[in-house]
């Protein structure tokens, strides 16, 4: 990857600029002590869902996949709630935090790169983040899988920022914390940073290494700045 | 389903006819306590990388995905180990142990119905543990995934036995112990009966559930042969 040719950084919202931890509060409110192993399983079956309804072929929105995710758990889990509870839960989706480094990040990069979202999540779920956290004036666009009812790693959706913004792939840097993300946007041919939010963390066996890996958006910054990898 | 339609069962063969859990007196010698964590984040990942790589369109066969799989979890749990280990295990593979009723049931199904196999493994993987069990000769024909270089649930692969026994989808059985099989399998068109074989399992919340609920393959022949259900 050369840096100096980089045009657009591309982030992904979920682990990455949003922080699903957001929900914690409620779960434990609402939860006690199942409330970790009840998220765990929720949001490993919303991500197992995106992938298998799309190699069914049945596509279902971010929401509702959500939603489903979270009946599924709780099943699983023998776990009962009332339907108010579930909407409080999915409702905090279209308000959840950012990292605490998001915001000053996004600003030192917003002056020197063209910045955009990439993302399954609901195009209002997307833009109801943004502007929770005030950060909505960062981006050029906002992509949503849900435009072409695709979820990632499917090729189709990493071509999405490609086409809108009309930046070649090898002129865009993709952020994730996600390893399966930056294996899917890699395998595309994007230029690929990770956020290694969690120092625990590996990269998967799938043949795609990041190119750059990096703690948190702060340190993105620093790397761009410098010649320093 | 009119179980008087049925002329073919198919089943799936990790964990509805042999069992993965043959593995687990080699992890337990290799690996003591942590044996149980690897069995299971190596399950996990050997499905998950079956679904990315199929979503990436990057095929990889299933022997060298499920190294793959090993390797992540032994990485990600902060073990190591050597080569002639990991081949021991993966050896395993090709000599699973089937349920302990699935050799009396298959006898007593063969008797009525065409049987056959379908799965992710590679056919070499699927000939090995059918004739170390001595199940081979009841089956019509064994499908593997790998033929057409897919995984299920892509509805092409689900189609592998539709054209090779030359039935209709609406009068194969499809048997399966694993929730997001049954779902791909009744989402393509099949009749499905789901083997609940951890009476703690629940299906999945992808829109399609079983047309029977079993809880071995003795079970499954008991309610064929009579009207019960």
Redesign the interface.
Known sequence: MDKNNIAAIVFDAYGTLFNIASLDAKLSHYFGSDAKPLAQLWRR?QL??T????????Y?DFINLTE??L??AS??LGLSFKDAIKQDLIDTYYKLDTYPEVGEALQLLHSQYQLAILSNGNIELLKGSTQHNGIHGHFAAIYSADTIQQ?????FVYQLPVDGLKVSKSKILFVSTNT?DV??AK??GMNVAWIKRDP???T????FEPDLIIEDLMQLNYQLATSAY
Do not use: I, T
Not at 151 to 155: I, S
Not at 204 to 207: K, N, T
């Open positions: 079956k197992e869902y992938w298998l309804r799309s190699m069914m072929n049945r279902k489903d995710a009946l599924y099943k699983k979820y990632k790693p499917l090729p399966w294996a899917g395998s595309f625990l963390n590996v998967e066996e799938l043949g």
